[in-house]
Each structure stands twice: as C-alpha cells, then as structure tokens.
C-alpha cells in the first residue's frame, strides 16, 4: 500500500544547510524511497527569498516523492501536522568564534519554536536542533514542550562522528564503513571528546591497527590526543577559516543520516552511532542535559549504549564536556529562557 505524505519542517530553508537538505530529503534520503514527503519551510522574513527560489528549484527537479511544498514565516504553520522538524534556522558563527558565543543570539529562537511544535505537530514528532549551540537549543525547545516526550528531542552530533570516521578511514586505509563503535561524547563544541578505545575495523581495536600503523602504541596514542581529537573538534572552525563559511554540505548530510538511522534504525552489524540525546543520568550525565552519547535506534527512539567502560582519562574529558554544558544550561537560565 501506498505510503501516505509525511510532514518534514526545515527551519532556515533559505540558508546553506537549507540548500543542501532540501533536495535530499525530497529525493527521499531521508526517510526512505518509499515515504512521500511534504516540506514546510520555515523562514523570517529577510530569507524568504532565497526560500523562495529554493522552492522553485525542488519544481524543477520532479521529485516524484515531493508531494507539496509550503513555504511561511509562521512557526504556528510550519509546524502544522510535522513529523520531523529539522531546526536549522539560526545564526552561523563567523572566523575566531566559539560556538557557545550564539547563545544570545540563536537561543530565543528555539523556545518559541518548541512551543509551536507542542501545539501543532503530529503525535509522532521527531526533532533534531542543528542551529548552534546545538544540544542547548534542543535543550530549550524541549524545555517548551513539556507535553512531548523527551527522547523526540536531540540535536546533532552525527558531523563530528563522521568527522571522526573521515580521519580515522584515512589514517588506517580502511572504508569509513569497516569502522564501528566509535563514540562523540558531550557537546557539540571544542569540548566534545571523540573516542575510539572501543572501536573496532573487522573485531580488531582500531589503537590496536593505529599502533601498528604508527610504530607503536606511544605513538598511536600521541596521535590520538594531538591530532585526532583536537583535528575532529575544531573541525567545524577550520571549515570556517578555509572555505569562508560554516559547513554547510557536510552538516546537512550528518543531518541526512542522523534522522534516517534514528527513523530507520540502525543495523546491528554496523555496531553504534552517536547523537545528543536527553540524558537520564547515564554516564553520570546530569538529567536533562542533552548530551552526546553512544545510541542506537530500533526504529523508535536513540537509546543510550550503556555499560562501557571508561578509562579515568575519558572520564574526565567527558566530564569536562559536561561541565561545559552545565555551564550552557545556567546561562540560558539565567537569561530567562529556561
Ligand atoms: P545560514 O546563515 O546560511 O542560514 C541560516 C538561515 O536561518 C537563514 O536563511 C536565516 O534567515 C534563517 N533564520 C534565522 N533565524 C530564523 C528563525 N527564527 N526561523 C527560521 N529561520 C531563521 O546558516 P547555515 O550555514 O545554514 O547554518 C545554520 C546553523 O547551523 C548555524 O547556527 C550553524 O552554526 C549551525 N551548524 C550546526 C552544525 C552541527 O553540526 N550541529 C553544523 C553546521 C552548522
Ligand atoms: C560545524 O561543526 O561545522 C558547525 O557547528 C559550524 C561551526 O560553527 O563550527
């Protein structure tokens, strides 16, 4: 039987991530080539020209699972019937910025936004906050909604997993796909500790084939905390400083795969991915906090990977990520927005 059109809200759909979304998820990457989709594009007013435009290109291009396009400036209608609502829509940061300095500026999007979802999406809603800060714009959102289940609201993190997989693919000579089980932990900021102490390539550990590529587990390890984790979380910065701009590609295609893994689910053979999630205290993780984690998808929600073993060096750059958003979290309280 037919699949009935479902409602996919895009925020910004007038910005770069917008551009590059827009065309995939109406050629049905994002939820399948079997799922009908309708896109409600929200934007203020000085984007919507670009929106526009975006909108007459989707024509162009006779998706044949593009079922309709609607294009507003009002959350109320954006978020009319949605079943995913992508939460792009936010400032970009610009060269020599940390991501936390947005909060002032993005933060008072997302409770409205939030609010509009809790009044008008549909009952199986599913929300991904891109716009940075990230995992405290899902913070705030789902702060605004209090009548929807938490595990709906998440943000991403799944660009600084494949981030992870691009770096770890070049430096072993292996697929990004042969690598599972590597875990981005806390924040989506220069905090965030990406880790491979559980990842594996064909059930070899990837420190085992990094050390034997380097010459040696010093080595490996050296490579690790100078190249790899810094490399992978001033990623976002260095797009900036070489290209001009904020990712913009390769964010709407973590995007792409964090909500068709977490729709879809994800396969066991390919072990975990990581996504913010509202922690329930897993980890040590304060509840409520939207924090980066080990999940897993049954189709249903992203479920938290828990029992791994930290070692005390892991421990305290999550712990230090965490803080980090401890510290996001007042500062949004304090402005009032929480
Ligand atoms: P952009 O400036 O190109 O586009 C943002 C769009 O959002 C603009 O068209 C603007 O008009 C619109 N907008 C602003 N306020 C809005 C509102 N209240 N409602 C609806 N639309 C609104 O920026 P971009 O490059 O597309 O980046 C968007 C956001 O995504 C930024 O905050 C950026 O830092 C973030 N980002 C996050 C990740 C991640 O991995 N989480 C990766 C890349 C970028
Ligand atoms: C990224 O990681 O590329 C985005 O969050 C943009 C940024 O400000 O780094």
Redesign the pocket.
């Known amino acids: 039987m037919a699949h009935a059109p479902t409602t996919v809200t895009v925020t910004g759909a007038g910005g770069q991530i917008g551009y590059a979304l827009l065309f995939r998820i109406a050629g049905g990457d994002l939820l399948g080539p079997d799922r009908p989709v309708r896109l409600h594009l929200l934007e203020v007013p000085q984007g919507m020209r670009a929106a526009e435009g975006a909108a007459l290109e989707l024509q162009d291009c006779a998706f044949p699972l593009l079922d309709s396009v609607d294009l507003t400036d009002d959350a109320n209608r954006a978020f009319d019937g949605s079943s995913v609502a992508l939460l792009v829509g936010s400032r970009?940061?610009g060269p020599g910025m940390e991501?936390a300095e947005l909060l002032q500026a993005n933060a008072g999007i997302f409770g409205p936004q939030g609010a509009a979802i809790s009044a008008h999406a549909a009952s199986d809603i599913r929300v991904v906050a891109v716009g940075?800060p990230?995992n405290t714009n899902a913070l705030i959102a789902r702060a605004a909604a209090p009548g929807i289940p938490s595990d709906r609201f998440t943000a991403l993190t799944r660009?600084?997993h494949n981030r992870a997989l691009g770096r770890l693919s070049e430096a072993l000579g292996v697929r990004p796909d042969a690598i599972r089980d590597v875990t981005v932990w806390g924040n989506?900021s220069a905090t965030q500790f990406p880790d491979v102490s559980h990842a594996t390539v064909d059930g070899v550990p990837v420190t085992a084939l990094l050390a034997e590529r380097m010459g040696g587990e010093d080595a490996a390890a050296r490579w690790l905390d100078d190249v790899f984790v810094p490399g992978v979380a001033r990623?976002?910065?260095e797009?900036?400083e070489v290209r001009g701009s904020?990712?913009a590609a390769?964010?709407a295609s973590a995007t792409i795969d964090h909500v068709r893994d977490w729709v879809r689910g994800t396969h066991p053979d390919h072990g975990w991915t990581s996504a913010a999630v509202v922690s329930h205290g897993e980890y040590g993780v304060p509840e409520g906090l939207v924090s980066s984690f080990p999940v897993t998808s049954d189709g249903q929600a992203y479920r938290v990977v828990e029992g791994l073993e930290l070692e005390p060096r892991a421990r305290a750059r999550i712990d230090r990520s965490v803080a980090e958003l401890v510290a996001e979290r007042e500062t949004v309280e304090a402005l009032g927005l929480l």
């Open positions: 970009p940061r991501r940075n990230a660009l600084d989506h990623r976002g910065a797009i900036i904020s990712s390769s964010a």
